[in-house]
């Protein structure tokens, strides 16, 4: 199966969202490299505001990503609630 | 960031559907094919535009807020670079000649991709695909403004920045990027998205922003790896509008697939021979080192790029004719790409050296089924000429390949001892080529390569003629200061000096 991944600078602001994803993607494998961190996971990723939002404190606008995002690999879909990463095959 | 969320009216579909596909309108005055000459000559049948989706769906209103926010950490990072003599900071001042290199060969390249955005942004029929450009088009040109930005703080102190645009136009090694924006530049809409928005951002610029910019952060160099990663966050957008561009033309018409694969065949080898000098930034110019060139394709080449061609597999989307060349290629290239720079490095804006002991140790690791065999006796040789005073210059002229302007350094696919040289008579004359890839470039369109500009011929004509002190003079490059080997340069000199002021009063 294909992997899909997500990386973010490494700083206060993405470590919530981290933990958030890590939560919501039991399968994903975090990769820690110098001022970046690396999220692979197997086929799939989904990203919820509302698991974000319970690990950073405060209501959170998905499209925040954005600030903090590196790259990604995957197609893309989003919602105000879910931001999803996914190969077909 | 403590950002304000306010309570939406909208849901993000319906502000997306309101702020880009309900600003466009139909033509009365003049028809469609008039309004977009060029959306129909390649040859791509689009029956309906409204088909094109955005999955970010960011909006201009957003586009700003976000923009902004990014540019305020840049800027303190900036700042901070500046206040805090940031340029002290990096592991060794031969990291520099990385951001050289970038500098002359690959900002310049978003400044080329800027304006490339802007005219396909006027040139697709759909208003979707037109926001959507629109914003790369700004990104793009805040990319070029925020490398030199960040790297005018180590022109104060460095030599080799002063020249980045007369570089830009002059420098033989830069028309290898300029070459390649040119190529896509002068394409039809779709040919030129499949070169920049899939081949060079999808599948190579991860190459470019990620393991390097992380390396840079690893060499103490926080002003680039700001710039790199604010850059890189933009490309998760381009990437996406990319392969969206792709999927588009492909599920619009049957049709459209063999001409997909001919630029995808094409961009593909074009892009990683442009890159491949990224590999030798890696291997050879980060004094401390994430992660080698060889491992980061593992990741972002053969992982990613595989993913995503068996993904398009279910369009009947094959990988790029040159991936199994490529693949082949990563063992080699870093090394040979620097024994050319070092050999050349009379004529470069940038230093290059000899590894050190300790550097070969590292690629000897890395390169286990290579470098020792076929790279450390070549670099043992030059040393030795080295410390005999008689260091080796190539004074002869490169034999430069027509498609991808790079010199035909590069060896065979399966036999690393000969180097690679292909050639095709066109109108009685004969043109040479550095691989299978790039002659079949050429054949496929000999009437646009015929044209290219080629810096080594074009030496020999007026008004240079020849004078190698000339063509400095017209490159703006200082011989003696800007080039040669690091070992014994001003930047090492002052570089060391400096760092002994800042840790004593003396």
Known sequence: MSTVFIALQANEDTRPIIDAIVQDNPAAIVNREPAMVKIDAPGSMIIRRETIEEHIGRTYDLQELQINLITLSGHVDEDEDQFTLRWNS | MDMQVAKKKLSLKEKYKLMTRDLGWDTTYHTKDEVFPYVKYEGIKIHDWDKWEDPFRLTMDSYWKYQGEKERKFYAIIDAHAQNNGHLNITDASYLSALKIFLQAISPGEYAAGKGFARMGREFPGVGTQVACQMQSIDEIRHAQTQIHALSNYNKFYNGFHAFADARDRMWYCTLPRSFFDDALSAGPF??????????????????????????????????????????????????????????????????????????????????????????????????RVMSWKEAWGIYGVENGGALFRDLARYGIRPPKGWDDADKAIDHMSHQFMLALYQYNFGTAFHSWIPSEDDMAWLSKKYPDTFDKYYRPRWNHLTKLKEAGTPFANMGLAKLCQTCQIPTVFTEPDDPTSICQRETEYKGEKYHFCSDGCQHIFENEPEKYIQAWLPMQQLFQAPISGDLGAWMNWVSLIPGKDNGDYDGSEDQRNFEAWRKQATSNQ
Not at chain 2, 205 to 214: G, I, Q
Request: net charge negative; hydrophobic share 50%; aromatic share 16%.
């Open chain 2, 191 to 288: 040919e030129f998205m499949i070169a920049i928005g899939f081949s060079f951002e999808y599948v190579l610029t991860n190459l470019l922003f990620v393991p390097f910019m992380s390396g840079a952060a690893y060499n103490g160099d926080m002003a680039t790896v700001t710039f790199g990663f604010s850059a890189q966050s933009d490309e998760a957008r381009h990437m996406t509008l990319g392969l969206e561009c792709i999927k588009f033309m492909l599920e619009q018409d049957p049709d459209n697939l063999p001409i997909v694969q001919g630029w995808i065949d094409k961009w593909f080898w074009r892009g990683f021979r442009l890159l491949g000098v990224v590999g030798t930034m890696m291997d050879y110019m980060l004094p401390k």
